[in-house]
């Protein structure tokens, strides 16, 4: 039994050391500092936990308040309480990892929690206290769940009655991205419906005209998809069926609207909300473009709940802003660390139902990041424990990328009059390799007289960046990523590379091998000189240092929470701007004018061979 035991505080303790080594960047997890594991049973005579109403979405909704009284005779400041869905949480035990290991008492992290004193100042007094929490549908039923003990050794006190939506399968928090053709949108939605029971499909069609109905396909994944805990432990959570419609042949810009729908086997129908989107300009086409681009956001609880208050304080503030602005917004491309859930499934269902009023109006695309991708011997470039056992799975499922193979998630958007080549830093990019073919492809094959604006996006800092742990390392980019792309971005001129990973804003002079070869300005016009670098990765997770010395090539820094934007006015002026998501205010923009004779034009490092010949 002692062995047994040494086993398993180890499993744990393999999913802990990668929450500590996150936390050192910003990127722990909350529900990592429960020991659910060690959870024992200590039901307190009197202690009690009540919520109400027990039947939520009576009118359709998919998010509710509810309200909680709860009562525990012998009070603690540690004392917390657990959301957790399924409600029968104690029925949930973990597959054993080996013969010798023996599983704990619960295997179920509670999807949010909150501690019982959080704005009830009494509360170790009289041990009495009331909140509001929000819950999403998330395919199952909801409790609640009163602990003392703390986080680290929880002793469960009491429990709620079960809390349901009407219907737990609906179809829910559609999302869209551009597919992998110019006029193609793909809608993207959760629901708990198998193929076995209902169809899925899309109603949509041209605003105000006859609707057609497209089928949708139907994925999903299982637990033995995991690489490690806590994904394929106390944070596994049966993730639905993920279902993808493709809408074909768009007529450019025109308004479209859309609703998502199972047919069930009796014939009946269960709908979605009815939503709206407007169709891609063509490619090259000369109209007024607005594509808003960040990294690192994460989810939050407008509850109050954990991550609000220490996790990921932007994210609601980031998401606020593109709500509130997003009339002026055609596509949102978020470059990584999606939503942190690193390994506990159930934030991904939270973190949709986030974005919902964004990604179910214009398209959100994203790209891969360590907080998805990265676990030791699963193939990715780097070797550590970010992800939580994820190893890339539920991203790859939960959105759609027009990736020739999603699991690499590396790939290319024409919109208009960008081109935008978004790679993926977790898997190797060096010349030689697959995804550096990819780039270079990218790069070489856009039409500058159509598609002036030419775009590089990854999450991790290829470029340039003044992060404190970076200089720590001796370095101030990703070991090998400039050394391996700045070629490519000086021969193809790629006018912006934009990056996360790094909690801040920065922008640099046009630069190319750590020289400013022209200075920087808030206006730049004339013939391409070298690429301008951004870090955006204030989406909004833990903002993060800067170091003290700063080079020359470093021109704007700002460690506080946003975003960017580009609007492509035409074909010869180009607007980026970077917007605070506290309040809106544009701290930092500039803007480029060049002419088609510009691009062509011979600069450093990207002159063609000319012969003397006549």
Request: net charge negative; glycine share 10%; with cysteine.
């Amino acid at each position: 039994m002692a062995a047994a035991a040494a086993v398993l505080h180890a499993l744990v303790a393999l999913s802990l050391a990668g929450a500590v080594a996150a936390a050192g960047r910003g990127g722990e997890q909350p529900l990592s500092r429960i020991g659910i594991h060690r959870t024992t049973f200590a039901i307190q005579p009197g202690a009690s936990v009540d919520a109400s109403p027990l039947l939520l979405g009576l009118e359709g909704q998919d998010r509710e308040w509810v309200t909680l009284t709860y009562n525990n005779p012998k009070p603690s400041k540690d004392d917390w309480i657990g959301v957790f869905s399924p409600a029968n949480f104690s029925d949930s035990t973990c597959p054993s990892e080996s013969q010798w290991v023996e599983p704990p008492l619960l295997c179920t992290a509670p999807i949010k929690f909150i501690f019982a004193n959080y704005k009830n100042l009494d509360y170790e007094k009289t041990g009495k206290g009331s909140m509001k929490l929000q819950l999403i549908n998330q395919r199952e039923d909801f409790s609640f769940a009163l602990f003392s003990g703390g986080l680290s050794n929880p002793k469960l006190i009491a429990h709620s009655k079960r809390v349901t939506f009407t219907n737990p399968k609906a179809p829910v928090y559609p999302r869209l991205a551009q597919g992998k053709s110019w006029n193609e949108m793909t809608v993207t939605w959760t629901s708990g419906y198998g193929t076995n029971e209902a169809t899925p499909f899309v109603k949509w069609g041209l605003q105000g005209q006859i609707q057609s109905l497209s089928p949708a396909g139907t994925l999903t994944f299982s637990h033995s998809t995991m690489c490690g805990p806590p994904a394929r432990t106390v944070g596994w959570r049966d993730p639905g069926f993920i279902h993808t419609s493709f809408l074909k042949d768009l007529w450019p810009n025109f308004k479209y609207t859309y609703r998502i729908g199972h047919r069930l086997s009796d014939g009946s129908i269960i709908w979605g909300h009815e939503y709206s989107f407007q169709a891609p300009p063509y490619p090259g086409e000369d109209s007024l473009q607005r594509v808003v681009i960040f990294g690192d956001m994460g989810k939050a609880e407008a509850d109050g709940s954990n991550e609000f208050n220490d996790f990921e304080p932007g994210s609601l503030n980031t998401t606020y802003q593109l709500i509130k602005d997003l009339k002026n917004i055609d596509m949102v491309i978020h470059i990584g660390d999606i939503c942190y859930a690193n390994g506990y499934l159930s934030q991904w269902d939270q973190f949709t139902a986030q974005v919902e009023p964004i990604a179910s109006s214009v398209p959100y695309m994203v790209g891969s990041g360590n907080h998805e991708r990265d676990w030791p011997g699963s193939g990715s470039f780097y070797g550590n424990l970010d992800s939580g056992g994820e190893c890339g799975v539920p991203a790859q499922n939960m959105f759609y990328v027009p990736a020739e193979n999603r699991e690499q998630f590396w790939y290319s958007i024409d919109y208009g009059m960008f081109r935008f080549c978004i790679a993926n830093t977790e898997l190797d990019w060096r010349p030689g390799t697959e995804q550096y073919k990819f780039i270079e492809h990218c790069f070489s094959s856009v039409d500058r007289q159509k598609q002036p604006w030419l775009i590089f996006l990854a999450h991790r800092v290829l470029g340039y960046s003044s992060a404190s742990f970076y200089v720590e390392e001796g370095t101030t980019e990703e070991p090998m990523g400039r050394e391996s792309l700045q070629p490519l971005w000086q021969k193809y001129k790629v006018d912006i590379a934009m990056y996360g990973h790094v909690h801040g804003y920065e922008r640099t002079c046009p630069v190319y091998e750590n020289v400013c070869v022209a200075k920087a300005a808030s206006h730049y016009s004339g013939a391409f000189t070298a690429t301008t670098h951004v870090v955006v990765g204030g989406g909004g997770a833990s903002l993060a240092d800067y170091a003290g010395v700063r080079a020359r090539w470093s021109h704007v820094q700002d460690r506080d929470y946003g975003f960017a934007k580009l609007t492509a006015f035409n074909h010869t002026a180009l607007l980026f701007e970077y917007v605070r998501s506290r309040d809106g205010s544009v701290h930092d923009s500039f803007t480029v004018s060049r002419d088609y004779r510009d691009i062509l034009a011979c600069g450093v490092d990207n002159c063609p061979t000319t012969t003397l010949a006549s």
